[in-house]
């Protein structure tokens, strides 16, 4: 290899360096490493899962105070 070639590999890891710790700087949650963005990645479906999972503990709960059904607290169907 000519110096050339080494000076433009040790550039590249250099930036690479500088890139993967730029990224790593940008993570704000307590609880990954992976970056909030929008769409379909992993971040977000942990989020839904987590919303999820809050909404059926709250359905529950509901039902247990209230002694009948969450369809029936909400309204959405009647007893006969």
Same mark, same amino acid.
């Given at each position: 290899? +000519?110096? +050339?070639?080494? =000076?433009?590999?040790?550039? &590249?890891? /250099? #930036? &690479? ?6 990224? =790593? +700087?940008?993570?704000?949650? !307590?609880?990954?490493?992976? /970056? ?5 990645? *992993?971040? !977000?479906? $942990? /989020?839904? *899962? $987590?919303? !999820?999972? %809050?909404?059926?503990?709250?359905? #529950?709960? /509901?039902?247990?105070?209230? =002694? ?5 607290? !909400?309204? %959405?169907?009647? $007893? &006969?």
């Amino acid at each position: 290899m +000519n110096s +050339n070639t080494e =000076k433009t590999l040790d550039n &590249q890891s /250099i #930036l &690479q360096e500088e890139t993967d710790s730029e990224i =790593k +700087n940008l993570s704000t949650s !307590a609880t990954t490493t992976d /970056i909030p963005e929008f769409g379909w990645s *992993g971040y !977000a479906e $942990r /989020i839904n *899962g $987590r919303f !999820a999972m %809050i909404g059926l503990v709250a359905v #529950l709960l /509901i039902e247990a105070l209230s =002694k009948i059904s969450f369809l029936e607290w !909400a309204g %959405i169907i009647t $007893r &006969q």
